[in-house]
């Protein structure tokens, strides 16, 4: 540090490379962090808000004559809403990024797991299910683009299987995507419902031996592939009305083959 007078210190001025030009010519359409975790608050159905800790993406666009953005920016705006992120956040967020960061665009990216209460069929003893739901959610200018996406694990139990052989039938884990854009909020609850009714037999934290019986049973009752899975949820989502578009995904881990099933329908329900 320099000295200006007798005791004065004046602290040196230091280079701002990421504001020089950048003569490649290149618009960044996202730039920023990934992988920052932090703690949020979520709608719950039932007990109204639910505490959990999410990993987060936060992006902006960057013009072409910018060589790089100001990292240490997109923290500054996160915690600037305090210890914990109300979803209720999430717009001013984004146009605070494009102000801080002076951006035409941003993004933002919140992934965390989400706990339910499930009682077992039978025995109904209660435990905790978890499942991952993320928000992404987008800023131009002053208009808001919001997804919310929700991974579910079920059963899923195969009909041919069942239909050649003289015992049983094989089955597997399968995940389920499923992804919305709606016209209101669509309660996390609702996704998930909609996804376990849709499969041979919905999965449960807490199993009895009378509720292994009864969910082994479901499932050899209700025989899907995954292309009646995903036609499953499909009827459900275009059956919602506030919901405008949808992307369901199953993928089946198959226990007989050394590679797994998968399906997809992306529509747009509704304007």
Known sequence: MSRTGKNKLVAPKLDDKQSERDHRELRIDKVGVRGLRFPIQVRDR??????TVATIGMFVDLPKEFKGTHMSRFVEVLNAHGNVIHVE???DILHELQAKLHSATSHLEIEFPYFMSKKSPVSKKESLMDYVA???????????DFVLTVKVNVTTLCPCSKAISRFGAHNQRGEVTVAVRSKKVVWIEEVIAMIEASASSELYALLKRQDEKAVTERAYENPVFVEDLVRNVALRLNAHKLISWYKVEAENYESIHNHNAYACIEKKVRV
Do not use: L, P, S
């Open 46 to 51: 039932t007990r109204r808000v639910q505490d």
């Open 134 to 144: 993320r928000f992404d959610a987008a800023a131009c200018g002053k208009e808001i």
């Open 89 to 91: 956040n999430i717009n």
